[in-house]
């Protein structure tokens, strides 16, 4: 059987079990169901289908689990269900981007590259094992690089861009470097004192983009908006922030509360949306969306 068709039926396999329990059986008419519409060599045999289990867990770090007294297939849910869902959703495109050589034909991909993620290896090796990194940033606006010398603690992506999160070695600061700034970057054999605990998910927990205000003990604000019905539903289906609560949702519009820090990456993500969103809470938000709206106005007088 060639790889690509193993491939997906084991996303199909997840996919299935992510939306709902269910036995070996339908397991198996899914599948068979799924080859007579991919003209593809899906169906398998309940052995089969107990291997790509183990491979799913082994590819994908996703567990199913079989509940012995419902008779049923699940997902075992976990901590790392976004990494998991992100890395299938790769396999997915790679295996689309497959089907045939002349696919670039009818798939028009977007001519932006994330920059910088040939550096991912060096970094994620150097944050497993405990090592400081040196690295030659380029800011943007300055003429000349600078030398580095950072304790790395985290990753973040954000709008198609990586960000490295350290602390500097002489200041007790966090910062953020975009990896497609790192002109250079080195592994030092240097090991941290001491091992650094860093809550990457509870940091940036109420932030929207890189910049979080947790350090700074502030906090976290209730930001109400309301959308033209149009755009509600894309806000709906895409929220802004994990945070997002329907308030009132009717033939109108769509209004949304979120608690999140309010950042200059906020009030540009409110001002993307246009005349399609209005700030209805808070009022010092509201004041500055205006004062931006006024500028930029000005710009055409």
């Known amino acids: 059987m060639a790889k690509r068709d193993i491939d997906i039926r084991e996303m199909l396999i997840v996919k299935l079990l992510r939306a709902r329990k269910c036995n070996m059986k339908e397991i198996r008419a ?3 169901l799924e080859s007579g519409k991919q003209q593809l060599d899906l169906d398998a045999s309940e052995r089969t289908i107990k291997r790509s289990f183990e491979s799913i867990l082994t590819k994908y770090g996703i567990q199913i689990e079989y509940n012995f007294s419902e008779k049923l297939y699940s997902i075992f849910e976990s901590d790392n269900d976004n990494f ?4 299938l959703d790769q396999f997915e495109l790679i295996n689309a981007l497959k089907i045939g050589e002349k696919a670039n034909a009818y798939m028009f991909l977007e001519e932006r590259y994330q920059s910088g993620i040939e550096h991912l290896h060096l ?4 944050l497993q094992n405990q ?13 000349q690089p600078t ?9 973040k992506e954000f709008k198609h861009r990586w960000y490295l999160i350290a602390k500097s070695k002489s200041e007790n600061t966090l910062k953020t470097f975009g990896l497609d700034r790192i002109n250079d970057i080195e592994v030092l054999k240097t090991k941290m004192n001491s091992e650094i605990s860093f809550d990457i998910k509870s940091y940036f927990e109420h932030a929207f983009g890189i910049v979080s205000l947790a350090d700074q003990n502030i906090e976290p604000e209730e930001v109400i908006l309301s959308f033209t019905q149009k755009q509600g539903k894309y806000v709906k289906s895409l929220p ?3 945070s997002q609560e329907v308030i009132k949702e009717t033939e109108k519009g769509l209004d949304i509360r979120l608690k999140i820090y309010v950042t200059y990456d906020l009030m540009m993500e409110i001002i993307s949306h246009g005349p399609n969103v209005k700030v209805i809470k808070p009022a010092h938000l509201q004041k500055s969306i205006k004062e931006m709206y006024a500028k930029s106005l000005k710009q055409y007088e």
Do not use: C, T
């Not at 998991?84 to 890395?87: C, G």
């Not at 970094?123 to 150097?126: G, N, V």
């Not at 040196?134 to 606006?141: A, L, P, S």
């Not at 950072?150 to 990753?155: D, T």
């Open 240 to 242: 802004i922030h994990h």
């Open 131 to 143: 090592f400081m990194l040196k690295i030659v940033y380029q800011k943007f606006g300055e003429d």
């Open 84 to 87: 998991n869902q992100r890395l």
């Open 123 to 126: 970094i994620l090796y150097a």
């Open 30 to 32: 899914h599948l068979k």
């Open 147 to 155: 030398i580095r010398e950072i304790i790395p603690l985290a990753l």
